[in-house]
């Protein structure tokens, strides 16, 4: 795989890592070294399969999704660390009374996580408005959707390592006990 494509795959790479990380660490630790290499090659290699495949990008397009992802990249990843706080953070402070201290935490950390929402939406207009710059409106949806899974993948590995049983930073339900939603599979597939 070029080093092109690695680079691509990093914002991705990093929100599955972690989840995968969390996940391997409640079954016994995390894997340590080659094993750890062995894993994010296994991710980047497979994920540039589906890119190219399911998007159909030419080699330029693949290039200038790189850039854009390059210049995006420290902006995703500090969002994504800032709503792993706030979700921490809230699953504490739930756990405890339902005094008053406890109400004005909950608040600030409610208007805190909208705040990061609002900041993940900014950054997604960005990337579709530079990405509309080389992609089609159907190559820019089937992007925007792959994300979508991994984002969602992430955040179920993550409740699951875990144990958490909040809502989703989308507001929607966790998983019911043993259920997974399909992990980046074509319809009928």
């Not at 589906?50 to 854009?68: F, G, N, P, Y």
């Not at 500090?78 to 406890?102: H, I, N, P, Q």
């Not at 958490?164 to 019911?176: F, H, I, K, N, V």
Request: no cysteine.
């Amino acid at each position: 795989m070029s080093r092109s494509m690695i680079r691509l795959i990093v914002p991705f790479l990093t929100l599955v890592a972690v989840g995968e990380l969390q996940a391997q660490r409640a079954m016994g630790g995390p894997p340590q070294g080659r094993d750890r290499a062995q894993l994010e090659a296994r991710f980047r290699e497979r994920f540039g399969e589906i890119l190219k495949t399911r998007l159909s990008l030419s080699d330029a397009q693949l290039s200038q999704m790189i850039e854009v992802n390059k210049r995006l990249d420290g902006k995703r990843r500090e969002l994504f660390l800032e709503e792993r706080t706030v979700r921490k953070e809230m699953r504490d402070v739930l756990k405890g009374s339902e005094d008053e201290a406890t109400q004005d935490r909950v608040a600030q950390l409610m208007d805190r996580a909208l705040r990061v929402q609002r900041s993940r939406l900014d950054l997604m207009e960005t990337e579709q408005r530079e990405l509309s710059a080389f992609l089609t409106p159907v190559q820019r949806a089937k992007y925007m959707g792959l994300q979508e899974q991994l984002r969602r993948r992430a955040d179920e590995m993550r409740r699951d390592a875990e144990g958490d049983t909040l809502a989703d930073s989308l507001g929607g339900p966790p998983p019911r006990a043993g259920q997974r939603r399909p992990f980046m599979r074509r319809p009928g597939v």
